[in-house]
């Protein structure tokens, strides 16, 4: 137990220098930067969450010493967690409020942006993507049997059916996702009928709820709140920002308590929920480095293979339709839970670091890492150094979705996430600056 306890000890240096490093480099702390948010879940689930099971003298998962490949594990992720910092720094210095640049061309867009005109075609795109995604997720759920009542009252107003069909159209189910950015339009763009778009909004969160995507619902309201203060070019108080940490707690943990009775329409029973009951429900969540673990230590000793590309695969074999390929396989080769502890376990999570473990070994530690540095640095600057609403609203749904990349691997679920979460902004984006080009001409 010293020695895994001392790898606690080396993984918590290792990441407060990089935190005072990167910290050093700024004007100022920035609780929007992604940087903070990252590095402190990856905190909470290589730090804590081992201590909390060497504090429990707990040291294997379904039969497997996980505590066991702890050393070999750590040194991946300290070496993954060393290439992500050093490419997330930035050259240059930049303010952590938006600095409205002096670029004229920014300037100028940003009040095309307001033209009665452009912001009344905003929000009638906002509206079609809106309520088409949310019409079609919801078609989705009726054939399976959940009713948009059973929905709306969080499983607690009507009966789950049997599932009846429906799985030939699980994609429609994935629209729920592009609702997202047609919400956030709406709460950006449209000065009118605000009390008709906050129950849009909370029908979307019923829905991503009481179907156990507790994520996408906490990737809404984050986004809401990041936004609304990086539009306001203003920072959340630290009062606040515990505040927020702690109601963030009581929701992660009081939805695993519920989340079995909320999906099948089970009754709430309050009485189960206390501090005791919460904390386990809470670590439920963070305790997702046992796969990694086990992961690393499997591919160590040969039991296990690393997937060699097939995820990225996946990726482009799940958008080809069945009706090209009726023969189509769910999935090339196996998850990395699936070939660890077989399909009778039915799936869990592990961080995104093991899914780059598992599909090319350290190599694809250090590159995809290193990748996944350079793309949050740039993805931060851009929101820094512009107001352009769009991509601030990108920004903000991004920021809240790294509570889902950082902790759950997968990446063919991460593509159909950002196809679907930030195709419509970024379709909106592109059309947006080709019709102010033809205004400039």
């Not at 910092?85 to 095309?112: H, K, L, M, P, V």
């Not at 997202?180 to 849009?200: E, R, T, V």
């Not at 089970?266 to 904390?279: H, P």
């Not at 080809?320 to 998850?335: C, F, H, V």
Request: glycine letters at 8%; a positive charge; one cysteine or more.
């Amino acid at each position: 137990m010293f020695e895994n306890s001392s790898w606690l000890w080396i993984t918590a240096i290792h990441m407060l220098i990089w935190f005072l490093l990167y910290r050093c480099s700024k004007r100022k702390f920035d609780i929007f930067d992604s940087f903070y948010l990252i590095s402190a879940l990856y905190a909470l689930v290589f730090i804590y969450g081992p201590y909390v099971w060497i504090q429990r003298n707990q040291t294997s998962y379904q039969g497997v010493e996980v505590m066991s490949y702890m050393p070999q594990a750590m040194l991946v992720f300290n070496i993954g967690y060393f290439f992500y910092a050093a490419f997330s720094f930035n050259r240059r210095n930049y303010q952590t409020t938006i600095a409205y640049s002096q670029n004229q061309n920014t300037a100028t867009f940003s009040e095309f942006l307001d033209e009665p005109s452009v912001r009344t075609y905003i929000i009638k795109y906002a509206w079609i993507v809106f309520g088409v995604s949310m019409a079609l997720s919801l078609l989705y759920y009726r054939l399976i049997g959940r009713s948009l009542w059973f929905m709306l009252t969080l499983g607690q107003g009507a009966e789950y059916d049997a599932i009846r069909g429906g799985y030939g159209l699980y994609f429609l189910m994935q629209f729920v996702r592009s609702a997202i950015p047609g919400c956030i339009l709406l709460i950006a763009f449209s000065k009118k009928n605000k009390l008709l778009i906050y129950i849009c909004t909370y029908i979307l969160c019923a829905v991503c709820i009481s179907t156990g995507s507790r994520n996408l619902a906490i990737c809404v309201i984050l986004a809401i709140i990041v936004y609304s203060y990086l539009e306001k070019n203003k920072r959340p108080s630290p009062v606040v920002i515990i505040a927020g940490i702690v109601v963030l707690y009581l929701f992660v943990g009081a939805m695993g308590i519920f989340r079995g009775a909320i999906k099948t329409g089970g009754s709430i029973d309050l009485t189960k929920v206390n501090s005791d009951s919460l904390f386990s429900a809470f670590m439920f969540n963070v305790e997702i480095f046992y796969p990694f673990f086990t992961l690393i230590g499997y591919v160590g000793s040969g039991r296990m293979s690393l997937h060699y590309g097939l995820g990225f695969l996946n990726v482009f074999v799940q958008f080809i339709p069945r009706a090209i390929w009726s023969s189509k396989p769910a999935m090339l080769g196996l998850t990395a839970f699936q070939a660890m502890y077989g399909d009778s376990m039915g799936g869990a999570a592990y961080p995104n670091i093991g899914e780059f473990y598992y599909e090319f070994g350290i190599l694809g530690v250090i590159i995809l890492m290193a990748l996944f540095g350079i793309q949050m640095k740039k993805a931060y600057r851009k929101v820094i150094t512009s107001h352009n609403k769009v991509e601030i609203i990108s920004y903000s749904i991004l920021f809240g979705y790294m509570l889902q990349f950082v902790c759950r691997g997968h990446l063919a679920s991460w593509a159909i996430d950002f196809v679907f979460m930030f195709g419509p902004l970024w379709y909106l984006n592109r059309r947006l600056k080709r019709w102010y080009n033809r205004q400039k001409c």
